[in-house]
């Protein structure tokens, strides 16, 4: 079975750093996605994990640990921009991808 | 630019009016997707092509149905929709070749039920 557990929702203040934390229980994994989905549009890529450790994309990183069915999405000097849903996604095959319900970050002036 | 686009961006419908959603892309991937939606939830897959070859999840109602006449287009119908099928209904492509190639999605259809 897929089990993907992600915060609801998170608030943070514009230039600050936030952590949205992804923890996943699945069968068959191969590595972990992040999707940003603002209100109404589609999701887009953001990064993708398939070694333990910490994927840097510019204001953008992106943590795994596969013993501990762990993921973590980090955002540096928030954007008002950034308000958006943040969704983990683990991948079981080259086309099986079980999302999580997202987490919904706000960000504040 | 190489996209996934959806058309109509909302769709109206009757209760129990078949209703087809439209999905084409230029992107030439092989693995197309159909997710449902509903407001803060998960994409949920209902079914995906790898090429001709259709897949279905488990519990994707009868009710609904896809089609896909040529690489670059895939249709999602459903046959008799209730108001629990009120949703954003997502297209995504893929290669579907390798495990790290990550899926592009269209701007979605936002289906109402009256």
């Known amino acids: 079975g897929q089990n993907i557990d992600q915060p609801t929702e998170m608030t943070a203040t514009e230039g600050a750093i936030v952590q949205i934390n992804c923890t996943y229980q699945?069968?068959?994994?191969?590595?972990l996605f992040w999707y940003q989905q603002h209100a109404g549009e589609a999701p887009t890529f953001l990064s993708y994990?398939?070694?333990?450790g910490l994927e840097e994309k510019g204001r953008f990183s992106s943590f795994l640990s596969r013993s501990k069915g762990y993921s973590y999405l980090l955002l540096k000097e928030l954007q008002m921009k950034d308000s958006a849903s943040y969704l983990c996604?683990?991948?079981?095959?080259?086309?099986?991808?079980?999302f999580g319900s997202g987490t919904q970050l706000t960000v504040l002036p | 630019d190489a996209m996934v686009i959806q058309n109509p961006r909302y769709q109206v419908t009757q209760f129990g009016k078949p209703v087809t959603l439209s999905c084409s892309q230029t992107?030439?991937?092989?693995?197309m997707y159909w997710y449902q939606q509903k407001s803060s939830q998960a994409p949920k897959l209902l079914f995906h092509?790898?090429?001709?070859?259709?897949?279905n999840e488990a519990d994707t109602p009868d009710n609904f149905q896809s089609r896909r006449p040529n690489t670059s287009f895939c249709f999602l119908d459903i046959r008799s929709p209730g108001l629990g099928d009120a949703a954003m209904y997502l297209c995504?492509?893929?290669?579907?070749?390798?495990?790290?190639?990550?899926?592009?999605f269209g701007d979605g259809t936002r289906l109402s039920i009256l």
């Open positions: 995504a492509t893929s290669p579907g070749s390798q495990v790290d190639q990550p899926q592009h």
């Open positions: 699945t069968s068959g994994f191969n590595g």
């Open positions: 994990n398939v070694l333990d």
């Open positions: 996604a683990a991948s079981g095959s080259a086309r099986q991808l079980t």
């Open positions: 992107l030439n991937h092989n693995v």
């Open positions: 092509y790898y090429d001709k070859d259709f897949n």
